[in-house]
C-alpha cells in the first residue's frame, strides 16, 4: 500500500509516518511539506533514513500536486492548528483559509483524479462555543469538573463532548475552515466514489511536538516549566483550572492502519478520536506535575480571557470504540513523561520550535 501524508514533517505528520512503518514494514510512505513551520527540518533526515520519499511543497498550490505519484491513501495532517489562527497576528484570515480549507480542495482533488481514499484529521474545535462555554464547573481540587446538577446540553456528559454536540457557529474561523472541509471531504467522496474518513482529534501530545502555547500546550508548558521560564494561567480566574485531555499520536496511527484496510467499512464516517477523561488534566495539575518532577516553579494568573477560550473540553471517543474496536493506549503519565525526557535531552528545544 502506498500512502501521502501532508504536513509529514511536522510533530503529528512525523510521528504517524514512524509509528505505522513500524507496524507495516513493506508500505511505502511519501510525504508533502512546505517546512515552514519551525522545527520542521529536524524530522527531514529521520524519515529520509525510514525509506519516506519527501516532497517540498505547498497544499494551497494545486501545481504542486502534479508531480506527486499516484497512492491509495492520503492522510491530511497540514493544517494551521490553533484556534487563534486567523486572529493571533502571526497568520492571516485569509492565509488560514487558503491553508485549511482551500488546501483541502487542492487534496481531494487529488484524490478524485487517482481514486485515492482520504483521512482528514480534523479537530475538537469544530463545537460550538457558546454552550461550552456556559457549562457549567466547579473546581474541585485543582481542576473544573462538571456541575453535576445542571441540565447539561445534548452531546455533553461527564465522559466528554460527543458527535452529538452543537457545531453552530461561532466556532472559531480556524474550527469553520475545519468544519467545511468535513463537509466538502464527505461530498466528494460520494459524489466522486472514493472512501473518506473524518477524525475529530483532540489535543495530540508527545515527544518531539514543537512546544508552542497554541498548538502543543503540553509540550510547551513542560519544557518551559523545566527551563524556568516566565508562565501564566489566563483566564477563568487566573487559576489554571481549565481541563483539556490529550492523545499520543501513535494511538492515532492504529487507528489509521484499521481505517485504510481493503474493504474496510463502518457505519458512520466521523468519529471523535481524544484521549478521554482519563487523560484529562488542567494546567495547575500540569503544573503540580512538573513540580514533582523538576521542583518548584512560580506560575503567574491572568484573568482576562482569551476569545475562543472554554473551562473544560474533554473527546468522548466512544463512538471510535464502538465502531473501530479503537481506545487510547499511551497513558497520560507516559505521554507526560515522555515529553520531559526529551525536555531534559533537548536544551533548546523551545528555540528550535520558533519560540525566543
Known sequence: MKILITGICGFVGSTLAKSWLETAPGLTVYGLDNFIRPGSEANRLTLQKLGVRLFHGDIRFPSDFETLPPVD??????????????????????????HNLQGTVNILE????????FILLSTSRVYSIDPLAKVIVEPVGEAFRLNSSQALPPGISTAGVSEAFSTVPPISLYGSTKLA???LALEYGE?????????????????GQFGRADQGIFAYWINAYLRRLPLTYIGFG???HQV????????LARLLVKQTTPGVSAASRLVNIGGGISHAMSLAELSSWCAQRFGKHPVAGDPQRRPFDVPWLVMDSTHAEEIWGWRPQTSLDDILTEIAVHAEHHPNWLQLSGIS
Open 73 to 98: 491513501w492520503v492522510i491530511d495532517a497540514a493544517a494551521s492548528a490553533s484556534v487563534l489562527a486567523g486572529v493571533d497576528g502571526r497568520t492571516s484570515s485569509r492565509q488560514l483559509i487558503e
Open 244 to 251: 483539556r485531555d490529550c492523545l499520543h499520536p501513535r494511538d
Open 181 to 183: 472541509s468535513e463537509v
Open 110 to 117: 487529488y484524490c478524485r483524479r487517482h481514486s485515492a481514499g
Open 238 to 240: 487566573g487559576k489554571g
Open 191 to 207: 459524489t466522486f466514489g472514493f472512501p473518506v474518513w473524518i477524525n475529530r482529534c483532540g489535543v495530540l501530545a508527545g515527544e
